[in-house]
């Protein structure tokens, strides 16, 4: 089975500091991606990578950076938290894109981040 | 305009009936794929059923079924003989053309009645 997994569960930060949200897939995956889910607006797409030091801005990427040094690894980073960066962030992974196919996003548990 | 609309926050369901959760979508792309994943309180997406838009037959995997109106541009999900496990948030998801990301709806929360 795909292993998405997520370093942190839950996070509490303070506003202004540097937060850092891993994710590490096994199946040698080439996409990987961070949503973030916030209610009522279900999941919004902050930034993917295709391949290892490749990335792309999703729909909302102000406030965010990503690193992708490994295949494997992908990582969120929140150079000055805010508040409004409360959310659950989810990583997730998949090969890459056919055209006809299911082509399926394997997502990790989540990581809740709260900032105060 | 929203790519994937969802306009049920909340549904509830008895035990054992079949259930319909919403979905609309709007793309100009010839080729789409439709998902649908389930997220339970733990927190994890699940992925449900997937309906490309070239597909002629109505996805569907065990209880799910995934029907699809190209024309009115739906994909609702159909839930049949509904369990408490059941109990979860939906979302409905779209992939255009050779785009690598899915596009998330707002998602619809079910609530299984005992």
């Known amino acids: 089975d795909v292993k998405v997994t997520q370093s942190s569960r839950y996070l509490v930060k303070r506003t202004g500091e540097k937060v850092f949200l891993e994710c590490v897939q096994d199946m040698d995956h080439e996409n990987m991606f961070w949503y973030r889910q916030d209610p009522g607006l279900g999941l919004r797409l902050i930034y993917f990578s295709y391949d290892v030091k490749m990335k792309e801005k999703g729909d909302i990427p102000e406030g965010y950076s990503v690193s992708r040094e490994k295949k494997e690894r992908f990582s969120l980073i929140l150079e000055s938290a805010s508040t409004n960066q409360t959310s659950m962030y989810l990583c997730a992974s998949s090969r890459p894109t056919r055209v006809s196919g299911a082509n399926v996003l394997t997502f990790g548990a989540g990581s809740r981040l709260t900032v105060l | 305009a929203q790519k994937i609309t969802q306009t049920q926050p909340g549904m509830f369901v008895q035990e054992k009936e079949a259930v319909t959760l919403d979905c609309t979508y709007d793309?100009?792309?010839?080729?789409?794929?439709l998902f649908w994943y389930k997220q339970p309180s733990s927190g994890e997406m699940i992925f449900l059923i997937y309906q490309g838009s070239y597909d002629e037959q109505n996805a569907t995997e065990g209880r799910y079924s995934l029907n699809f109106q190209k024309a009115r541009k739906s994909a609702n999900l159909v839930i049949s003989a509904s369990q408490l496990g059941d109990s979860a948030m939906y979302f409905c998801?779209?992939?255009?053309?050779?785009?690598?990301?899915?596009?998330f709806g707002s998602g619809t929360q079910l609530t299984v009645l005992p």
């Open positions: 998801a779209m992939r255009e053309g050779s785009a690598r990301q899915l596009t």
């Open positions: 793309t100009s792309d010839q080729s789409y794929g």
